[in-house]
């Protein structure tokens, strides 16, 4: 079946640069995009941005200037990098296939 | 890019009662292929979101009938019917016509 894994740091320091890798299974990432969605506690959902099945991006404008997702389709993982962290970058930061499937979320504190 | 305007922020409900939430759209959902890709998202506390209605009017698998999308172009409604305590949570919709925008959420709950 589909899954999909966040991992990475849970506190980073303000400045620095987040990398998060979402690990999937039971698809390719040839055929199908990967999505990163973040939630600040107790607020709303945000799209952050996509990795198309071409290995094409497209990013939210608020963020593309900070943003990157690449992958590595013989691991099946998408990397998110996102640099120059201030404290209102923590978040829920979740991956998606398209939008049906999602991780359960990996939870980031950046602190000052 | 695409605002997504969702009322009411919070909607207070009596159990076995109806409701329905609005999401409006800056720009019209219809894609060049024809389709409108609005969909309706619950999110319980601690949960990932799960998928309740996709393309405005289709109920995902396992989602039950008191669960209705309706709408077109730029504006959309869920409405729920007969509420049950496993329906409170915060209720989002989300468009994936022009990249993807969330609406801001509205959030169902015990009178």
């Known amino acids: 079946q589909v899954q999909l894994k966040e991992s990475g740091p849970v506190l980073v320091q303000a400045s620095e640069t987040l990398s998060l890798t979402c690990t999937v299974s039971?698809?390719?990432?040839?055929?199908?995009?990967v999505i990163w969605v973040r939630q600040p506690p107790g607020k709303g959902l945000e799209w952050m941005g996509i990795?198309?099945?071409?290995?094409?991006?497209d990013y939210n404008s608020a963020l593309k200037s900070r943003l990157s997702i690449n992958r590595d389709t013989s691991k099946s993982q998408v990397f998110l990098k996102m640099n120059s962290l201030q404290t209102d970058d923590t978040a829920i930061y979740y991956c998606?296939?398209?939008?049906?499937?999602w991780g359960q979320g990996v939870m980031v504190t950046v602190s000052s | 890019d695409v605002l997504m305007t969702q009322t009411p922020v919070s909607l207070p409900v009596s159990l076995g009662g109806q409701v329905s939430i609005s999401c409006r759209s800056s720009?019209?959902?219809?894609?060049?292929?024809?389709?409108?890709?609005l969909h309706w998202y619950l999110q319980k506390p601690g949960q990932s979101p799960q998928l309740l209605i996709y393309?405005?009017?289709n109920r995902f698998s396992g989602v039950p009938d008191r669960f209705s999308g309706s709408g077109s172009g730029t504006d959309f409604t869920l409405k729920i019917s007969r509420v049950e305590p496993e329906d409170l949570g915060v209720y989002y919709c989300?468009?994936?016509?022009?990249?993807?925008?969330f609406g801001g959420g509205t959030k169902l709950e015990l009178k």
């Open positions: 720009q019209s959902l219809v894609h060049s292929d024809g389709n409108t890709y």
């Open positions: 998606t296939r398209d939008i049906r499937d």
């Open positions: 039971g698809f390719s990432l040839t055929n199908y995009g």
């Open positions: 989300l468009q994936s016509t022009h990249l993807w925008t």
């Open positions: 990795i198309w099945r071409n290995g094409n991006t």
């Open positions: 393309r405005v009017s």
